[in-house]
């Protein structure tokens, strides 16, 4: 049992740097397709942007056309002569608010040139984002395309070596290890120290830590599941 629990211990390392290659492949294409979500959520920010741009032209378009109705409204009204002495102040109040409307045009064309000048920045700083992302799309494809296959290789490797290790191992033994270092997301097998499980820091009845010293059999931690094994030199 003493040669079961060193291999196991072994194996855990080994499986550390299996779980982490697994994670690096399983990143890859998820990196990508993050890259590709993000140019495609610049470019229709791009696209809203100029759509908007040449909504705002219309409107400007508009109200100037507007303008125009108006300064011509006022050149009629100058040009009215059948205002009698007693309506001449009727005619500039008429006069006065066509001036307050074609003022409140241009504000307003004022603030549609700010909001078009404000989208042009916009579509400016996302092309320049858009930029950078495809160059970074570039590069991650690149790096799929040169160190995929050789971290699925340097996978397989220590996959094989884990098996190695473990092939004169009871497969029900392997089975618990596997799942409890599944379930934890760390470590299936660790050291006793001072009395305490080093994986939970619970404190563990005498009875238990005497069979861990023994090493006849594998023992399990009652608090966290973990295999438990006995090392005076280890510390947590």
Known sequence: MESTIANLIKAQEIQKSITY?????????????????????????????????VEIEKEIENISKLIEEKKKEIENLDNDTSYSTSSKNEKEEKR??????????????????????????????????????????????????????????????????????????????????????????DLAIVPVYNNYCSGCNMILPFSLINKVKAQKEIVFCPYCSRMLYFSEDEIV
Do not use: C
């Open 21 to 53: 290659l697994e994670k690096e492949i399983e990143l890859m294409p998820a990196r990508r397709e993050e890259a590709l979500s993000k140019i495609e959520n610049n470019e229709k920010k791009v696209i809203s942007s100029k759509q908007e741009i």
């Open 96 to 185: 006065k608010d066509l001036g307050m409307q074609i003022d409140n045009y241009k504000k307003k064309i004022e603030d549609l040139e700010e909001q078009k000048h404000k989208k042009y920045k916009d579509i400016q700083t996302n092309e320049a984002t858009l930029k950078v992302l495809k160059e970074e799309l570039i590069k991650e494809e690149e790096n799929i395309k040169n160190n995929r296959q050789k971290k699925i290789d340097e996978l397989q490797d220590l996959l094989n070596k884990k098996k190695e290790i473990l092939a004169n191992i009871d497969d029900d033994i392997i089975e618990k290890f596997d799942r409890i270092f599944r379930n934890k997301g």
